[in-house]
């Protein structure tokens, strides 16, 4: 029961990275003009993404120092899902076997 609840754990950060990958392209995109920021859907997909991602991405930010244009809080964030999901969660594996 318990490995099938890390599993499921496994599948969620995994759902996870993709949506931070999301949200960084699009925030490429809107910056380099190559989709309306003022669209509708443009606008309610950045927000959703944001939604999501800011609670983990906003202490990242505050830990980091100043880079001027460059944000590598996401970076961070995708560094510490992998290893939640290659390292933390195999060793709760082994250790529930």
Known sequence: ????????????????????????????LMAFNVVNAYNPFVRSLWGALNAVTEPLLRPIRRMLPDLGGIDLSPLILLLGCYFVRYVVIPSLVDLLR
């Open 1 to 28: 029961m318990a490995i099938r609840l890390l599993t499921f754990i496994d599948y969620l950060v995994y759902l996870y990275v993709i949506v931070v990958f999301a949200s960084v392209v699009l925030s490429w």
